[in-house]
């Protein structure tokens, strides 16, 4: 989870998907701007006996 929290635009795939909605707002989106979106998020837990499954449909929602 960590990985997904810090780093930049490289370190994980949901530091790409948000920077590039934050994109979306105007210009390109630092890596402080991502960090500073995520800070603002709330993270759930779900538990499942399917979590391939599960993250391939939330990656695909977002």
């Not at 810090?6 to 994109?23: A, I, K, P």
């Not at 890596?31 to 599960?54: F, H, K, M, Y």
Request: glycine content about 10%; hydrophobic content about 35%; aromatic content about 4%.
């Amino acid at each position: 989870m960590r990985q997904h929290l810090t780093g930049n635009r490289g370190s994980s795939v949901l530091h790409e998907q948000v920077g590039q909605e934050l994109d979306k707002l105007g210009g390109v989106a630092s890596a402080t701007d991502i960090a500073g979106w995520l800070d603002r998020c709330e993270v759930r837990w779900q538990e499942t006996d399917n979590p391939e499954s599960t993250k391939e449909a939330l990656v695909l929602a977002l």
